[in-house]
């Protein structure tokens, strides 16, 4: 195979989270109140603080899985905290479940803790008649700074930033979010140790890409097994056959270093932090003995992405994120900037790393394709790594440390102690672009569960305006290493509060279109005559439903119709009810009501939701929530057969709340 038309791992040379306080709250026995110790035992401790009530009802009152009805749980969400209000003269607002049993009423505002501790007493005084069980205050917990996992404190990269430590500003940010469990990082890189203790439980399925059986080195080619056997190149091998030339050199374990870094099992007590502790890794191998090839890393970006692979099994975890901590000496080919482009239209973020040869950028591919966020590296000391790729290219950098004069300047993850096939699990600092890449996408990863909408292009900008800056030492003024050194919790504040919008302009105009599905009633159900023969109706004056894929382009909105140009886009506004409505003759042998749909959302569930009715009758409802969030078009049946013969109007409806927007988009709806 020729060394040209491979793609090497971008190690430069050689070879734990505090413990946010995560203790939960005691669970106390009926009519009792735990009372805060904070202020009294620990003066000199955090603020004890809390802004919200733990409620938990007698079985009479409870708001549990016999409440079917989304509407029906609200609306008795509403009558218990209306009557939590006028008991304590107090607003309070039913925020979500704590478990089946137990329920989260917000204070107006965070409160001393003697202070909910005193609402909750009286609350408990009128327990017989509010039907409640316990009360405890949802009090505010706060970092203790002290490591669970034992080697935390060997990871700099994560502290607090300073003059002498450019860490990452992490500690703050994990008292905030530490990710979000619907959310996938793919890893596309060597595979993965699937039993290291740090890495054991931390994946979905993934799947091996590498189409040569030499280089694979697990006896076949392309398979779902994504474990890393190994990828180490003897002398012989080198001297001669199919990896003629690549190198002699020991197993590097570099996917398990990347994937430890963003998403170690964390606050365990074991070894490492990740920079992500909730949201899953999505192992992708397409490095193996001398490198990958383009080919494989290509169809690994694309499944990873949600998109179909021949002779592959679809994805059923389509990646948010992909980290790519790989590169080759070359322009960016044709192929590679096809595949960023494709997976970015679909709200994927590509993060790549900028290379290790002390180069401009602009010779080192997928770091110099356009639509990727390009990483740099920076020392312990904020100034740009020495082997660090720079220049234009380069959008940001990020720890990825050096491990001259010493190794505990490098970045500490995860690998194994075999030099050839996997012996033990072991922890080792490691230095690159590569080390630095999961850093920035472990935090995307974070930006993307406090703001779920948030497109590719958005993730850049807030990165790049989020920065720390260079020290005076640095070169990167001169060279160009991005705008900044990351910074996790400017970045992550900047998500939170970035607001995505809808702008209301008049639908396109386009040519009646005749209904391609035999036998369907319903007319345009594919959206693509426009507004023809559909009713829309928002709380928003000027707002329309129905949008063309040139003005969700418009919008900076990636979601593509489900067939042809257009789609209903319902939500995506504060305090909206929206709905696209169509009158109907069901025909008398119809049994099948078929929709396609998409959801997007920032929202606990709970608060917004998306249902359809057919004539006064509601036949489906879905919460429309970060839980029910969607990464590909859905495909729904709804059985529709006691309405056959009938005129009815068809109605798709979205109700929202005030805050935290939630998008349900339907498309190809038929009536058989």
């Known amino acids: 195979m020729s060394v040209a038309a491979i793609v090497t791992v971008l190690i430069a040379a050689t070879t734990s989270l505090p413990s946010v306080a995560q203790t939960q709250a005691a669970t106390q026995a009926p009519q009792q109140i735990q009372q805060s110790q904070t202020a009294a035992n620990d003066p000199d401790g955090p603020p004890a603080l809390a802004d919200g009530l733990i409620i938990r009802y007698t079985a009479s009152k409870s708001i549990g899985a016999e409440t079917k009805s989304l509407a029906a749980k609200a609306s008795l969400r509403r009558q218990q905290a209306n009557a939590l209000s006028a008991a304590t003269g107090v607003t309070l607002e039913y925020a979500h479940d704590v478990s089946a049993d137990s329920h989260l009423f917000w204070l107006p505002d965070i409160v001393p803790a003697s202070e909910a501790e005193a609402i909750?007493?009286?609350?408990?005084?009128?327990?017989?008649?509010?039907?409640?069980?316990?009360?405890?205050?949802?009090?505010?917990?706060?970092?203790?700074?002290?490591?669970?996992?034992?080697?935390?404190?060997?990871?700099?990269?994560?502290?607090?930033?300073?003059?002498?430590?450019?860490?990452?500003?992490?500690?703050?940010?994990?008292?905030?979010?530490?990710?979000?469990?619907?959310?996938?990082?793919?890893?596309?890189?060597?595979?993965?140790?699937?039993?290291?203790?740090?890495?054991?439980?931390?994946?979905?399925?993934?799947?091996?890409?590498?189409?040569?059986?030499?280089?694979?080195?697990?006896?076949?080619?392309?398979?779902?097994?994504?474990?890393?056997?190994?990828?180490?190149?003897?002398?012989?091998?080198?001297?001669?056959?199919?990896?003629?030339?690549?190198?002699?050199?020991?197993?590097?374990?570099?996917?398990?270093?990347?994937?430890?870094?963003?998403?170690?099992?964390?606050?365990?007590?074991?070894?490492?932090?990740?920079?992500?502790?909730?949201?899953?890794?999505?192992?992708?191998?397409?490095?193996?003995?001398?490198?990958?090839?383009?080919?494989?890393?290509?169809?690994?970006?694309?499944?990873?992405?949600?998109?179909?692979?021949?002779?592959?099994?679809?994805?059923?975890?389509?990646?948010?994120?992909?980290?790519?901590?790989?590169?080759?000496?070359?322009?960016?080919?044709?192929?590679?900037?096809?595949?960023?482009?494709?997976?970015?239209?679909?709200?994927?973020?590509?993060?790549?790393?900028?290379?290790?040869?002390?180069?401009?950028?602009?010779?080192?591919?997928?770091?110099?394709?356009?639509?990727?966020?390009?990483?740099?590296?920076?020392?312990?000391?904020?100034?740009?790594?020495?082997?660090?790729?720079?220049?234009?290219?380069?959008?940001?950098?990020?720890?990825?440390?050096?491990?001259?004069?010493?190794?505990?300047?490098?970045?500490?993850?995860?690998?194994?102690?075999?030099?050839?096939?996997?012996?033990?699990?072991?922890?080792?600092?490691?230095?690159?672009?590569?080390?630095?890449?999961?850093?920035?996408?472990?935090?995307?990863?974070?930006?993307?569960?406090?703001?779920?909408?948030?497109?590719?292009?958005?993730?850049?900008?807030?990165?790049?305006?989020?920065?720390?800056?260079?020290?005076?030492?640095?070169?990167?003024?001169?060279?160009?290493?991005?705008?900044?050194?990351?910074?996790?919790?400017?970045?992550?504040?900047?998500?939170?509060?970035f607001q995505i919008t809808r702008t209301f302009m008049p639908s396109l105009q386009v040519p009646e279109v005749a209904n391609t599905v035999p036998g369907n009633p319903l007319t345009n159900g594919n959206f693509d005559s426009g507004r023809t023969a559909w009713t829309e109706l928002s709380a928003y004056t000027g707002a329309h439903i129905i949008y063309s894929l040139a003005e969700l382009q418009s919008e900076s909105n990636t979601i593509v119709p489900h067939d042809g140009q257009y789609l209903a886009w319902l939500g995506g506004l504060d305090d909206e009810t929206a709905s696209v409505s169509q009158n109907v003759v069901v025909p008398a042998g119809a049994t099948t009501l078929t929709f396609w749909y998409r959801i997007g959302s920032s929202d606990i569930c709970g608060f917004d939701e998306g249902h359809i009715d057919f004539g006064d009758a509601r036949i489906y409802s879905v919460d429309l929530c970060s839980d029910t969030i969607t990464a590909a078009w859905v495909k729904k049946d709804i059985n529709i057969s006691t309405y056959a013969g009938k005129t009815l109007v068809l109605k798709f409806q979205v109700t929202t709340d005030e805050s935290m927007q939630s998008s349900w988009y339907v498309d190809s709806i038929t009536i058989q």
């Not at 499944?303 to 980290?323: C, E, S």
């Not at 997928?366 to 990727?372: D, E, L, S, W």
Request: net charge negative; glycine share 12%; charged share 15%.
């Open 120 to 497: 909750a007493s009286t609350l408990m005084s009128k327990a017989n008649a509010l039907g409640i069980e316990s009360i405890e205050p949802d009090y505010r917990l706060f970092p203790t700074f002290t490591p669970n996992d034992p080697r935390y404190a060997d990871q700099w990269h994560y502290q607090t930033s300073t003059t002498t430590n450019y860490g990452m500003n992490l500690p703050a940010v994990w008292d905030v979010v530490t990710g979000s469990a619907s959310l996938v990082i793919a890893v596309i890189d060597t595979g993965i140790l699937f039993n290291h203790p740090d890495l054991a439980g931390r994946t979905v399925p993934g799947y091996d890409f590498i189409s040569r059986v030499a280089n694979a080195n697990d006896g076949d080619a392309r398979d779902a097994n994504a474990s890393d056997p190994g990828d180490w190149v003897t002398s012989a091998e080198n001297a001669s056959g199919p990896l003629k030339g690549c190198g002699a050199s020991d197993s590097s374990w570099h996917g398990s270093h990347v994937a430890g870094t963003i998403g170690a099992s964390s606050d365990n007590g074991v070894g490492v932090s990740g920079v992500n502790w909730r949201s899953k890794i999505l192992p992708i191998r397409a490095l193996g003995k001398c490198g990958g090839s383009l080919a494989d890393i290509v169809a690994g970006m694309r499944w990873a992405a949600g998109i179909p692979v021949d002779g592959v099994p679809n994805n059923p975890n389509p990646a948010r994120v992909l980290n790519l901590s790989l590169g080759g000496p070359s322009a960016c080919s044709a192929t590679y900037q096809a595949a960023v482009n494709e997976v970015v239209s679909r709200g994927v973020v590509v993060v790549v790393a900028a290379g290790n040869e002390n180069t401009n950028a602009s010779t080192s591919q997928p770091g110099n394709c356009n639509n990727v966020i390009t990483v740099g590296s920076t020392r312990k000391n904020g100034t740009r790594a020495p082997y660090s790729n720079f220049g234009p290219e380069v959008d940001i950098s990020a720890p990825g440390g050096s491990t001259s004069p010493s190794d505990e300047g490098g970045i500490l993850s995860t690998i194994d102690s075999g030099d050839t096939s996997p012996v033990g699990p072991i922890y080792a600092y490691y230095q690159g672009t590569s080390m630095a890449t999961p850093n920035v996408a472990g935090v995307i990863s974070l930006m993307l569960s406090v703001q779920p909408l948030l497109q590719p292009a958005q993730v850049l900008q807030i990165l790049q305006t989020s920065v720390n800056p260079f020290p005076a030492a640095s070169d990167c003024s001169s060279k160009g290493c991005g705008t900044g050194v990351l910074d996790a919790l400017k970045a992550v504040n900047a998500a939170t509060a």
